[in-house]
């Protein structure tokens, strides 16, 4: 599918979020922070469907340029000329708060030392932790 | 008889009423506007959500392989003994029947269910759902029990419902309406979530109004959970329009600029019912069993949020229309208070002639 050239060779991206769609626009290759890490998608990717974790979704090239979007939790299919990912939050790096990621931070070991041997309240306080440093990473450009 | 003066001071009255109403109904026309784009905009989302899950659905077993029990608490069916019912109303009155007839609904659900001699949960989302049930109904109570073991290296927590009554109020969720947040409403389905999982529920049920458009709204009782078949609102009692409710709320959307037409599916959403379906074999990147465990809370929370953003647009619309009916009633009123004072005039001035007529006629 990769050598149809009759196409232009992007891909066409979109990020959407319970409340709206984020961004429609196109890029040659999309970084995107899957649950078990980062995995990059090219034109003619093979069909592909992961869970995402929490970090920046990055475009190159396309349409509009170089972009960088936060996201966290939800799902992301990746097509051979398509992808879209549809997360739970989802925010250009400059709109975090990085006060507000700290705090979340703090509740985050709150929530873990007060657990107990409840798995899933563990998980919890992973899931915020995770989200938070990612966020805080995300704002001062520190995101791997 | 009133007098000219008096009549003139309740016209004047009535004048004021008419542009109050007036500038509310514009204001909610406004808000309309703006409930319906949000709740358009919210489409694809939940769209996607759900098309994933029943690709997801034909591509994996729901079923244990080994115990043949199912894969998820939320898709477990179980005798229907404790019900919870969210009644999603309005924060606010003016709204012409629109509170009264979510409340009546929820009411006739509530006689239904515990003449059948089941248990019910009341979740108010709304100031005036809210009003109506912590009246009649008690609270409910929860016990956080902890338990401690080897040497306090390690606690148990479990909550523990003590029921009184056969009918009780959980949670609070007046605030809610005021910025309908994705946040919230997660924190909101994962209380259910949790509560239906320890089996203190048995089902849940959504009473709210639907909107499609202006003049095709209905008070629906929706069947949240179980999850019996996905993508499908399973519907138990629907109460349409009357032909006189939908000329009126057609009328005020006239008068107001907004469109009672259905807004048209946009191609993010039609691409949206194809998400995750494709027809070819996909790369997991997690093992689809997970993503599917991972995507029936989500699934719940998008129907929550999709059912408060129609209750928000319905509440709007309602209030429109009744401030429509207010203003062209305010209008006869007036008409018919300056006919009267006219009349008065009318009389005082004939009876004046009269008299100074009958006067020169006895000199």
């Known amino acids: 599918m990769a050598e149809n050239t009759s196409n232009s060779g992007l891909l066409t991206v979109r990020l959407v979020t319970p409340d709206r769609v984020l961004l429609d626009s196109t890029a040659e290759a999309v970084e995107l922070p899957s649950m078990s890490g980062y995995l990059e998608a090219l034109y003619g990717h093979a069909p592909l469907l992961a869970e995402l974790g929490a970090g920046e979704v990055r475009l190159h090239g396309g349409a509009s ?29 400059e709109e975090i708060k990085v006060d507000e990621a700290r705090e979340e931070l703090a509740k985050a070991e709150r929530l873990w030392n007060e657990a107990g041997d409840d798995g899933q309240k563990y998980d919890e306080a992973n899931a915020i932790t995770r989200q938070a440093e990612e966020m805080i990473a995300s704002a001062e450009g520190k995101s791997h | ?85 969210v009644v999603i109303a309005g924060d606010k009155g003016f709204a012409g029947a ?69 009918i009780e109020v959980t949670g609070d969720h007046a605030s809610l309406l005021v910025k309908v ?37 209905r008070v629906v ?27 009126a709320a057609a009328h005020a959307a006239a008068t107001s600029g907004v469109s009672i037409m259905e807004p048209e ?32 809370p989500k699934y719940v929370t998008t129907q929550i949020f999709h059912a408060l953003l129609e209750s928000v647009a319905s509440e709007h619309a309602a209030r429109m229309t009744a401030m429509d009916a207010a203003t062209n009633n305010a209008g006869d009123m007036i008409d018919a208070y300056t006919l009267q004072m006219n009349r008065v005039r009318q009389a005082a001035i004939t009876k004046e002639i009269i008299e100074i007529v009958s006067g020169a006629a006895a000199l």
């Not at chain 2, 929820?106 to 979740?123: C, K, T």
């Not at chain 2, 409403?185 to 999982?197: D, G, K, Q």
């Not at chain 2, 929706?222 to 399973?234: A, D, N, V």
């Not at chain 2, 519907?235 to 409710?245: D, F, G, K, L, P």
């Open chain 1, 65 to 93: 340029g170089d972009q960088k979007f936060f996201v966290a939790w939800g799902f992301v299919e990746v097509l051979p000329e398509r992808v879209t990912i549809l997360a739970e939050t989802a925010m250009h790096p």
């Open chain 2, 1 to 85: 008889m009133a007098n000219v003066l008096d009549l003139r001071r309740r016209i004047r009255s009535v004048k004021n009423t008419r542009q109050i109403t007036k500038a509310m109904k514009m204001v909610s026309a406004a808000r309309l506007r703006r409930a319906q784009e949000r709740a358009l905009l919210a489409r694809p989302y939940a769209q996607m959500i759900s098309s994933v899950l029943e690709s997801l659905v034909r591509r994996t077993d729901i079923y244990n392989g080994d115990s043949g029990s199912l894969m998820h608490p939320l898709l477990v069916e179980r005798e229907e003994k404790n019900v919870l019912v």
């Open chain 2, 98 to 166: 629109f509170n009264s007839n979510i409340t009546k609904a929820a009411q006739s659900f509530i006689n239904d269910r515990s003449a059948l001699g089941q248990n019910i949960d009341i979740e108010p989302v709304g100031r005036k759902a809210r009003d109506l049930v912590a009246k009649k109904y008690p609270a409910a109570v929860y016990e956080k029990k902890e338990e401690h073991y080897d040497n306090d290296l390690a606690t148990h927590f479990e909550v523990i419902r003590h029921r009184a009554a056969p």
């Open chain 2, 181 to 217: 947040d994705i946040d919230a409403v997660s924190e909101m389905a994962h209380s259910i979530i949790e509560r239906y999982t320890r089996a203190e529920i048995d089902a849940v049920y959504l009473v709210y109004n639907e909107f499609k458009s202006v003049i095709s709204q």
């Open chain 2, 221 to 247: 009782v929706e069947k949240l959970l179980p999850i019996r078949k996905l993508g499908s609102h399973e519907i138990t009692v629907a109460e349409e329009m009357s032909e006189e409710q939908k000329e």
């Open chain 2, 265 to 296: 599916e946009s191609a993010i959403e039609s691409e949206a019912k194809n998400f995750g379906t494709a027809d070819v074999d996909y790369i997991f990147d997690q093992p689809p069993s997970r993503i599917f465990r991972h995507l029936l």
